[in-house]
């Protein structure tokens, strides 16, 4: 059996249609779940997306379409980065403010002796 070509690319744009539906729904997903959840879940739903935008790439064609996916993937990874230099700065934090504490405890115990 023949199938026209019609027919065909009738099918095809059908299945554009679909992909792009479902496109739509889980960016809208990601969305919303991006800009409702806390911080710290912020991490894990980047992560999901990361994943998604890798397979959409996989099977994106357009230069245009590419190009944005790697610049949200680029963006994706940044918040993923910042999430974990943030605990570096805490820690850090948190040692020299203790340091800075001993230290001036230790000055005061000093003028304190000598008073």
Do not use: C, W
């Amino acid at each position: 059996m023949i199938i026209p070509h019609n027919i065909i690319y009738s099918m095809t744009e059908f299945d554009d249609i679909i992909n792009v539906q479902l496109l739509r729904k889980k960016y809208s997903e990601y969305e919303q779940s991006l800009s409702a959840e806390h911080p710290r879940r912020v991490g894990t739903i980047v992560k999901e997306f990361i994943e998604f935008i890798r397979y959409i790439k996989s099977y994106t064609r357009s230069d245009r379409l590419l190009n944005l996916l790697k610049e949200q993937e680029k963006v994706a990874r940044r918040i993923l980065i910042l999430g974990r230099v943030k605990y570096f700065l805490f820690f850090l934090y948190n040692t020299l403010v203790s340091t800075l504490i001993m230290k001036l405890l230790n000055l005061i115990r000093i003028l304190i002796s000598i008073i």
